[in-house]
């Protein structure tokens, strides 16, 4: 009986004491519920502090200059960055399963050329799904009359067919990666130059064969609308 009382003290007091680790203590951040403890783990990788998550609009015309950028109390999102993409990817790998755990969201966004290095915002969003990203960046291609909701519509059924992961989301661009590949990559090729823009001509020289090569050898997807 004296052991099975020593086993239980020491049982609260490992709980009692990591209740009261400020490491393990719950901020609420801009609509988000997250560990603090994560949260500077995370900061001390990518060296920069976070920001709440801003949505810039701009006027298209050379007359009206007003900078229309303002905070959407609605995105419940954080901003980390600019971050180097060789460190920003991986933490993405290494933190997503652990966010989408939480009901949070990370993906890569804003994509900017620095020197010979590419750099992105990484961000941190609330999160019901996956594809909740998408719908925060209102992801659509105008131009083939796809809207946000087909997207993740097509998305939706990749998942569950094949497995992937949305890396970066633009507002006329997506990356994935997937984690197995379609059995029939000719047929998954032909939909794709029906659903977005896939630069046949630029990048696998007017040939499927080689789109097909490209997509086997990284398992990882661009698309464009």
């Given at each position: 009986?004296?052991?099975?009382h020593v086993?239980?003290?020491?049982?609260f007091?490992s709980?009692?004491?990591?209740?009261q680790?400020p490491?393990?203590?719950?901020k609420?951040?801009?609509?988000?519920?997250?560990?603090?403890?994560?949260?500077?783990e995370?900061e001390?990788?990518?060296?920069?502090?976070?920001r709440?998550?801003?949505?810039?609009?701009?006027?298209?015309?050379?007359?009206?200059?007003t900078?229309y950028?303002y905070t959407?109390?609605f995105?419940?999102g954080l901003?980390?960055?600019p971050?180097?993409?060789?460190?920003?990817n991986?933490?993405?790998?290494?933190?997503r399963s652990?966010?989408?755990?939480?009901n949070?969201?990370?993906?890569?966004?804003n994509?900017?050329?620095?020197?010979?290095?590419i750099q992105y915002?990484?961000c941190?969003?609330?999160a019901?799904d996956?594809?909740?990203?998408i719908?925060?960046?209102?992801?659509?291609?105008p131009?083939?009359?796809?809207k946000t909701?087909?997207?993740?519509?097509?998305?939706?059924?990749w998942?569950?067919e094949?497995?992937i992961?949305?890396?970066?989301?633009e507002?006329?661009?997506l990356?994935?990666?997937?984690?197995?590949?379609?059995?029939?990559l000719?047929a998954?090729?032909?939909?794709?130059q029906?659903f977005?823009?896939?630069?046949?001509d630029e990048?696998?020289?007017?040939?499927?064969?080689?789109f097909?090569?490209?997509?086997?050898?990284?398992?990882?997807?661009n698309?464009?609308?």
């Amino acid at each position: 009986m004296k052991l099975i009382h020593v086993l239980w003290m020491f049982f609260f007091l490992s709980v009692n004491l990591k209740a009261q680790d400020p490491g393990n203590e719950l901020k609420y951040i801009n609509g988000m519920d997250i560990s603090s403890g994560l949260l500077s783990e995370i900061e001390s990788k990518v060296r920069v502090s976070h920001r709440p998550m801003w949505f810039y609009f701009y006027v298209d015309s050379i007359i009206d200059t007003t900078d229309y950028s303002y905070t959407d109390s609605f995105s419940h999102g954080l901003v980390f960055g600019p971050v180097a993409e060789n460190i920003a990817n991986p933490i993405l790998e290494q933190y997503r399963s652990i966010l989408a755990g939480l009901n949070l969201g990370m993906f890569l966004t804003n994509s900017s050329n620095k020197g010979s290095s590419i750099q992105y915002d990484l961000c941190i969003i609330k999160a019901s799904d996956k594809f909740e990203g998408i719908r925060k960046m209102g992801t659509a291609g105008p131009d083939m009359d796809i809207k946000t909701d087909d997207i993740i519509e097509v998305l939706k059924k990749w998942d569950e067919e094949f497995g992937i992961q949305i890396n970066i989301i633009e507002s006329n661009s997506l990356t994935l990666s997937f984690n197995k590949l379609p059995s029939d990559l000719n047929a998954f090729g032909q939909f794709l130059q029906t659903f977005c823009y896939l630069p046949m001509d630029e990048v696998y020289g007017g040939d499927l064969k080689n789109f097909e090569k490209e997509f086997q050898k990284t398992q990882t997807l661009n698309l464009y609308w």
